[in-house]
């Protein structure tokens, strides 16, 4: 793989650590957080941003990051029922909008830390925009469930990235638990995958970037419920872990701290 001539090199002790961390990091939801709305108004506001919000990932996906994808048409098989979407975690915002622009006839939800809320001034407004916040509780994710079960019933796409720490530029898949693959199991829905891959461009710095696109994956209702999760997990990451050595070039190296 080719490396970029002055390729910063960040080093990790776990394939957990944090490489990318806003000003609250350890903001925490309300005890009485809602993850559903169903006044009028809230879900009017909603939409309005999210169209806004769409009309702006083509130019970033396309003119920013140079982003192409790859196998798209078979999203055709979510085109009528609600659908999981896992991705390989190296964008901050790219891995928000890219969904967004591939998945332009659904509305998108995508699942992620409740340090985003802690953002300054965009934070509050991500829920309007389809974030789905982490519960730190037991019963704050009985209701983070009802809410992904909702979206799915009306169709929507659920994005989840299970390496769960943004790596920026990051070529290789991370190892990940299979904890976030209950969810298609108990929706029984079926699930995709999006590998993005980097390539060097003829001009500039950066990589442009091809994402991948996979499935549908299926549980298998002839399993047990744990072993359809199981089963789904290992189907998904092979199929990543394939398609990232479609990267060509190293951007950022990321290396393990020595002992």
């Known amino acids: ?35 559903t709305h169903d006044n009028l108004p809230y879900r009017v506001i909603s939409q309005c941003l999210y169209r806004i919000i769409a009309l702006f990932c083509f130019p970033y996906c396309r ?8 196998n798209r ?28 622009w591939m998945l332009a006839r659904k509305r998108v939800y995508v699942v992620a830390s409740p340090a985003n809320l802690g953002i300054p001034v965009i934070g509050p407004i991500l829920p309007l925009l389809g974030a789905l916040p982490l519960p730190s509780s037991v019963s704050g994710l009985k209701k983070l469930y009802k809410a992904i079960r909702l979206h799915i019933r009306n169709q929507s796409c659920v994005v989840l990235y299970p390496e769960a720490h943004v790596w920026p530029w990051h070529t290789k898949i991370r190892p990940f ?6 969810f298609p199991v108990e929706c029984d829905a079926p699930s995709f995958c999006i590998t993005t891959t ?29 072993k359809q999760k199981e ?3 290992d189907e998904i990451f092979r199929c990543m872990e394939k398609r990232s050595l479609n990267s060509t070039y190293s951007y950022i190296r990321y290396e393990r701290e020595a002992p």
């Open 1 to 35: 793989m080719k490396r970029h001539k002055n390729a910063e090199i960040r080093y990790f002790k776990s394939y957990t650590d944090d490489f990318v961390e806003s000003k609250r990091q350890s903001f925490e939801l309300p005890e009485h957080y809602s993850w």
């Open 63 to 70: 003119l920013i990051l140079h982003a192409k994808i790859k």
């Open 73 to 100: 048409s078979v999203l055709k098989h979510a085109h009528h029922t609600g659908c999981f979407l896992y991705g390989n975690h190296t964008q901050p915002l790219g891995d928000v909008l890219l969904p967004v």
């Open 177 to 182: 638990p299979d904890t976030s693959f209950n």
């Open 198 to 226: 980097y390539q060097k461009r003829k001009y500039g710095k950066k990589p442009g970037i091809t994402v991948y696109v996979d499935g549908p994956f299926y549980p298998d209702k002839s399993i047990s419920k744990l």
């Open 231 to 233: 089963k789904l997990h």
